[in-house]
């Protein structure tokens, strides 16, 4: 493990007010809320957006659920939530961050219906002929693939579309996509800081990059777009309304759910 420097995994567990971090995560973080006050806010929020997304998933009947840079469990857990819809649902968690892992490991020990795979989620073949998928996951029912706030860690975009490409091409009709994604904003002072918290992550073990929406609703071709479409996090099917503000936090991240016809 590289102690030395601060991992994203770690550094959205402590925003979101988990407490596996370390102090170079949080000292981090802390550098990050000086220059943007509402990137906490926005952690928080895609938090909750993965929260409904997966509920919503649940209640459409889909049982399987692979989570893409899962990274670490933390207060409310993809199996937790969509467990709490049926107590069937099955969840396979990927990442490659060893803290990630290793309390994963700890967190789902004994129990049924979920468990974690060390890889790169861009190994497709690695992620879906592991014993864990194949043990967990029928690929032939429908799948939720789960890729919120991982995509933008991966600096090739093209490598990034391809590698949901293949997962999508693995799963059968009925089958959902569950996206975020970190975007520059409207506002141009805002995305400037937004671009030098970016620069910022240079110093994490792995780099954020945000992307256009265009290149974001891109992800998206070909599926079924479910209802609002591509939103702010915050204003994908919010659970009450939303008091207005100045505060640009949900100008950070665009996220959607598509179903594969």
């Known amino acids: 493990m590289d102690l030395e420097r601060a991992s994203p995994s770690r550094v959205y567990d402590y925003l979101i007010g988990g407490g596996c971090n370390f102090a170079v995560d949080r000292q981090w973080a802390e550098q990050a809320i000086k220059r943007m006050p509402w990137i906490r806010a926005a952690a928080r929020s895609n938090r909750a957006f993965l929260r409904r997304a997966v509920r919503m998933c649940a209640e459409e009947g889909v049982r399987q659920f692979l989570d893409l840079g899962s990274g670490i469990p933390t207060i409310l857990s993809v199996h937790e939530m969509a467990w709490q819809v049926d107590r069937d649902c099955r969840v396979v968690y990927v990442d490659n961050e060893r803290v990630a892992v290793a309390h994963s490991e700890l967190t789902l020990a004994g129990i049924e219906g979920a468990d974690i795979i060390e890889a790169d989620m861009c190994d497709v073949d690695r992620v879906l002929g592991d014993p864990v998928c194949q043990r967990l996951l029928d690929l032939d029912r429908p799948i939720a693939l789960l890729a919120t706030a991982s995509l933008y860690y991966i600096p090739d975009a093209e490598l990034a579309a391809r590698t949901v490409d293949r997962y ?86 665009l996220a959607a759910v598509g179903r594969k016809p």
Request: net charge negative.
């Open 168 to 253: 999508l091409d693995a799963v059968p009709s009925g089958s959902y996509l569950v996206l975020s994604h970190a975007t520059l904003g409207q506002d141009r002072r805002d995305a400037m800081k937004l671009s030098r918290v970016l620069e910022m992550t240079h110093s994490l073990t792995s780099a954020a990059t945000a992307r256009t929406p265009e290149w974001i609703a891109g992800l998206l071709a070909g599926l079924e777009l479910v209802q609002p479409g591509l939103v702010y996090t915050s204003f994908w099917r919010p659970e009450s309304l939303r008091a207005q503000d100045d505060t640009p936090w949900h100008d950070a991240m």
